[in-house]
């Protein structure tokens, strides 16, 4: 059911007692960018994906730690093993990273529309 | 301005390597460090044998005057500083490069990191003046806690930057044009520390430092928090400062337009401020808190666009950072990937944060950290001044009590700007969750 201008005019004075200004200019503003609009699809929660990437992750710090007198000596030989460490630490980014934002998303949080 | 672009992107590649001389004097490890591995002890003659890392160079070296034979260890890697003065192959120090990770350290670590990162993903910089010296009462020796602090800082700053870039804040553009500035603020930076402790000794470099960090903490984190309850007591509305008004108004080419930002300035006006901001990262390794300020009130970008740009100007020193104690062979990947663990998701925390508060609350997370920084740095003073003669010397109970006072204030900034994050941001999402559940009644009503 679309609201009626009554509606919005009454959504924005409880929204401007409430301090969201933000929102009473979104509300007062109508139209497709309105709040008075049909909310957005409920999208699924990327489970599988934080499962995936969470297993990876999880992996390779065990084997990391499994062989970290290996892995300390030889990323520290210093000149072009640089490449170690710091191609290590763009990996972990990338798996790990992807991960914590599955996770974050998974439990719900998100950034605001 | 495609040509400007281009010639930053140029700079950033051909930099590094113009310099790798000059910034691994300064801010990679000292000449007078070794690092290998020591094959034998001689008791009697207090010599041990040490075989160099890399060039497998063999070396008697003498042990130091308050040095103590049982404190050398064998077949591990270890860290060993050269007391020149004494003779071309006495020790001053020796410490075992890599510690044992207990379970205890593990979980301080993943603290540390999470914290750090929260902050990092909301405010655009933090965590790095506590992490090194967290990692250094852990045992780990000071030039691998340096190292390993930048390894695990730039993939947290890349995270965190394409998350805020993905939410429309961060500015590409005015990254690359602060961080190609930065970089020479920083050989700026080095030579004016080379230039102080070649004069005045470590003592007169720890004082300049503390020095420094007192004077723009308080200056710049005194205004940041003027400003954030002018915009309390204003309704929360952020206005451009009259400063980078006037600024915007200079008209001497090349004029830049930053699309995010939403500004068009002279690039006479960016140089300084990211000079300014590669200095502060060279003398107290935190660039941000003058970068972000800097950005906020002199080119007039708005808190949240400055704060997510400062995470592009991280990554890029960050990176640079890296490869050149990755040279050296410093970094200790297990410190940096244990903290990346929770700080990658700290980060992209502190960055969805961002959507959720008023501009006011980042000024007022970044005002909080830095005011009691200061004070973490302020009390070190009186033991530096008598340290260089400029007062009587301290007695040892002074100094023990005055460092446990700074570390444990550095831990309480950190700890202090996390909890208001996320005491703001949950406020803001129940409120975003109340107005969407009012929005769901009116439609199906």
């Known amino acids: 059911m679309e609201a009626t201008q009554f509606d919005k005019n009454m959504m924005a004075v409880a929204f401007a007692e409430a301090g969201e200004h933000d929102t009473v200019r979104d509300t007062l503003k109508g139209g497709k960018k309105g709040l008075a609009t049909a909310p957005a699809p409920v999208r699924s929660k990327p489970y599988l994906k934080t499962l995936f990437f969470g297993c990876i992750s999880i992996s390779a710090y065990i084997l990391l730690f499994k062989n970290e007198q290996l892995v300390t000596d030889t990323f520290t030989m210093g000149d072009w093993r640089w490449v170690f460490p710091v191609g290590a630490a763009f990996f972990f980014s990338f798996i790990h990273g992807a991960f914590a934002s599955n996770l974050l998303t998974t439990l719900g949080l998100e950034a605001k529309k | 301005m495609k040509k400007l672009l281009l010639i930053c992107l140029f700079v950033l590649a051909v930099l590094p390597v113009l310099t790798q001389s000059a910034f691994a004097a300064g801010a990679g490890p000292s000449k007078d460090m070794l690092k290998g591995i020591v094959t034998q002890v001689n008791g009697a003659e207090r010599t041990v044998v040490f075989v160099k890392d890399g060039t497998k160079e063999v070396r008697t070296l003498v042990l130091g005057e308050k040095m103590k034979i049982e404190d050398m260890k064998m077949n591990t890697k270890v860290l060993i500083n050269l007391d020149k003065h004494a003779g071309e192959n006495v020790m001053k120090d020796f410490s075992v490069m890599f510690m044992d990770m207990t379970v205890s350290k593990l979980l301080a670590l993943l603290a540390i990191g999470a914290i750090g990162g929260l902050l990092s993903g909301f405010i655009g910089s933090g965590g790095a003046f506590v992490m090194t010296p967290a990692m250094m009462s852990l045992g780990v020796p000071g030039a691998v806690a340096v190292a390993s602090n930048m390894c695990h800082k730039f993939p947290k700053a890349m995270v965190g930057a394409y998350k805020r870039w993905k939410y429309g804040q961060a500015d590409i553009k005015l990254g690359l044009v602060m961080s190609t500035t930065a970089i020479i603020g920083v050989q700026i930076g080095i030579e004016i520390q080379k230039y102080i402790l070649h004069k005045f000794g470590g003592a007169g470099s720890n004082l300049y430092i503390s020095a420094v960090f007192m004077v723009v903490l308080v200056f710049v984190g005194g205004y940041v928090f003027y400003d954030a309850w002018k915009m309390i007591k204003g309704g929360g509305e952020e206005t451009v400062s009259k ?57 007039g970008v708005s808190a949240v666009v400055a704060s997510a740009t400062e995470l592009i100007i991280a ?52 005002a909080t950290t830095m005011l009691i920084v200061a004070v973490s740095r302020g009390v070190m003073v009186p033991g530096y001044l008598a340290d260089v003669g400029f007062t009587a010397p301290l007695d040892a109970g002074t100094i023990t009590l005055l460092e446990r006072v700074s570390y444990w204030s550095l831990l309480l900034a950190l700890c202090s700007a996390g909890l208001i994050i996320i005491v703001a941001m949950v406020k803001g999402m129940s409120a975003d969750r109340r107005s969407r559940k009012a929005l769901a009644g009116v439609q199906h009503g």
Do not use: C, E
């Not at chain 2, 140089?271 to 950005?295: H, N, S």
């Not at chain 2, 663990?341 to 959720?356: D, E, F, H, M, N």
């Open chain 2, 315 to 366: 990554f890029v020193m960050g990176a640079w950072g890296s490869v050149q104690w990755g040279l050296s062979g410093l970094i200790d990947i297990r410190l940096s990937l244990l903290l990346l663990a929770t700080s990658l998701i700290g980060v992209q925390l502190g960055a969805l944060g961002t959507t959720y508060v008023k501009d006011y609350i980042i000024k007022v997370v970044m």
């Open chain 2, 243 to 299: 400063l980078a008004i006037a600024m915007q108004k200079i008209n001497i080419p090349p004029m830049i337009h930053f699309k995010t930002a939403n500004v068009t300035i002279s690039a006479w006006i960016t140089i300084p401020v990211g000079v300014l901001t590669g200095m502060l990262a060279a003398t107290i390794a935190v660039g941000g808190f003058v970068g972000v300020p800097g950005m906020i009130y002199v080119v």
